[in-house]
């Protein structure tokens, strides 16, 4: 086969895809990691979504491999250093989830405010419950965003219209920043932006500074009574630390899209009242997966030609 696609990737360019290459999908192989490496063995283009672990060993045996896709914007799920070493071209979807994330972020803030989930639970249970669910407006609050990337900026833009007061923190942004500016976004240091905020909402990448980036220490900077969201990266925050903090009443709520495994085990949190959990959804609209696939599908096809990637991680052409 030519082309493996090892997770749940659908639409219009996979069937166009499959018309010129022959390719193998199947949307649960990342759970098999001995099949993959069997079928990723000939095959000169892998296309994953953010399940698949591509590591060293799967690459290593590789022969033909040129182009990993990683249908989605993050791709912590592909060891890079082990591609660059095989020449492997990684081209991924940098722009096309923003709004949707953007979009699920303010969803989980607002649902968090206004018990959406919660109430919807107990009225489809036969109560009519209405003073248990007296929630809180966003309007006036400090909504505090841990990354202001792509993501970051989407949510800020969208926020400005209801009223709210903005901080950020983001290593690679400087206070004197155009947009910051313009939407009147205070840019300060995490800890100022933890303590300062009503509500934190996070969109930073994963890496091995913001690995559990969110522990103890820093959740307990939170105002009490502040609500935390996390749309980005589940390890981002340490879960034990988190449970820790909510048995102690500090934060008002907590909304997680995503967790430090996937799927995650049944722990302690599923059990609070005051927590929302989906599972992974931030990019699922299909807005942005039909853009999504479409990038990577244009990605893997240019590299099967000989021609160079648009949006890649490390270099346009194969190396070897
Ligand atoms: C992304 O990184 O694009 C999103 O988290 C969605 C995904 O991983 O598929």
Redesign the pocket.
């Known amino acids: 086969m030519d082309i493996i696609i090892s997770e749940n990737i659908r639409g219009k360019s996979i069937d166009a895809l499959q018309e010129k290459y022959e390719v193998g999908f199947f949307q649960d192989l990342w759970k098999i990691p001995n099949e993959l490496s069997r079928l990723v063995c000939d095959a000169k283009a892998l296309i994953v979504?953010?399940q698949t672990k591509v590591d060293s060993n799967l690459l290593v045996n590789a022969r033909s491999l040129r182009v990993i896709g990683r249908?989605?914007?993050?791709y912590d799920n592909i060891d890079i250093e082990a591609a660059n070493e095989k020449g492997i071209v990684v081209c991924y979807?940098p722009n096309d989830?923003t709004i949707s994330?953007a979009e699920l972020s303010i969803s989980l803030i607002l649902s968090l405010l206004r018990k959406i989930p919660q109430a919807d639970n107990s009225t489809k249970s036969g109560k009519w419950e209405r003073s248990k669910f007296m929630g809180n407006e966003l309007y006036s609050k400090t909504v505090g965003l841990l990354g202001f990337g792509k993501i970051g900026r989407a949510v800020a833009f969208r926020l400005r219209s209801f009223g709210v007061n903005l901080f950020a923190y983001d290593k690679f942004v400087q206070a004197d920043d155009k947009l910051a500016k313009e939407l009147g976004v205070n840019i300060t240091t995490l800890e100022d932006t933890l303590s300062n905020s009503d509500i934190i909402s996070i969109h930073l990448p994963l890496n091995k500074e913001t690995y559990r980036m969110i522990n103890y220490e820093k959740l307990m900077l939170m105002k009490k009574g502040a609500y935390l969201v996390n749309a980005a990266r589940g390890e981002i925050i340490d879960e034990q630390d988190l449970i820790r903090v909510l048995k102690a009443n500090i934060l008002k709520g907590v909304a997680l899209d995503v967790r430090g495994k996937e799927p995650p085990v049944i722990s302690e949190i599923e059990k609070f009242e005051n927590v929302i959990l989906t599972p992974?959804i931030?990019?699922l609209t299909e807005e942005a997966q039909e853009k999504?696939v479409s990038t990577v599908v244009k990605d893997v096809d240019l590299v099967l030609n000989n021609k160079p990637a648009l949006n890649y991680v490390n270099f346009p052409f194969p190396q070897h």
């Open positions: 979504r953010n249908a989605g914007a993050g979807a989830n994330t992974h931030g990019a999504v």
